[in-house]
């Protein structure tokens, strides 16, 4: 079993739905939550950056860890064709070594 | 944040050659680290660079096979040697920012190996 597991997608959407991505993980020690965005030819984004559990809010952008469950989610708002990318979540159990999803390829169209 | 500048952006090579990827920071940062991406893999670590010390290298990854050096605080490079089509990848070096949050990311050297 995969310490981080994401659905690979792709996920296609019309412009201007609200989408989910979401991640699940086996190691309970993970504190650092993280998500990113990497376009096309480009290295990762940093988009959010939880640590523990509970929400966070930037913008379109709300991320949320539950570690009862070991599952975290990132949610767009009003989705942009600019929003598509691959989005990636990272965890850590402290403020180096990241473990990465596979990623979840999203498609915003018009 | 920190701005990375990674060369070269791309390359092909030939197998059992080797290649030497650039990674320049514009800010003095502890640790630089090397990632690698495969397609439809996550990124995976290859090894933690500090300066003044020897690469630590994860699992699977192994000095002679990926040599690293840090002669600065801004500068890194990663060596893929005697490389065989099974190196082609996307390698990425990143950083830890001052804050300590997230970590930026270089462009990445897309690698391919014929």
């Known amino acids: 079993q995969k310490e981080v597991e994401q659905d690979p997608g792709p996920l296609s959407v019309p412009e201007g739905a609200i989408v989910s991505l979401n991640c699940t993980y086996s190691?309970?020690?993970?504190?650092?939550f993280m998500w990113y965005r990497q376009y096309s030819r480009k290295g990762p984004e940093l988009l959010m950056y939880?640590?523990?559990?509970g929400n966070k809010e930037d913008g379109r952008f709300t991320a949320q860890v539950d570690k009862s469950s070991k599952y975290i989610s990132l949610f767009i708002r009003d989705s942009q064709p600019s929003d598509s990318a691959t989005y990636l979540c990272?965890?850590?159990?402290?403020?180096?070594?990241?473990?990465f999803g596979t990623g979840t390829r999203l498609q915003v169209f018009p | 944040s920190a701005v990375i500048s990674q060369k070269p952006s791309r390359d092909i090579c030939q197998r059992g050659t080797s290649l030497t990827i650039q990674c320049q920071v514009d800010?003095?940062?502890?640790?630089m680290f090397w990632y690698r991406q495969q397609p439809g893999q996550s990124l995976t670590l290859i090894a933690t660079?500090?300066?003044?010390?020897?690469?630590?290298?994860e699992s699977g990854f192994v000095i002679d096979k990926f040599p690293i050096s840090r002669p600065n605080l801004t500068f890194s490079t990663l060596t893929v040697s005697n490389m065989s089509p099974e190196d082609s990848s996307i390698y990425l070096c990143?950083?830890?920012?001052?804050?300590?949050?997230?970590?930026?990311f270089g462009s990445g050297t897309r690698l391919t190996v014929v």
């Open positions: 990143s950083v830890e920012p001052a804050g300590g949050y997230g970590y930026t």
């Open positions: 190691n309970s020690a993970f504190q650092y």
């Open positions: 939880t640590y523990s559990s």
């Open positions: 990272a965890m850590s159990e402290n403020t180096d070594k990241l473990i």
């Open positions: 800010s003095q940062v502890t640790m």
């Open positions: 660079a500090n300066q003044g010390s020897e690469a630590t290298y």
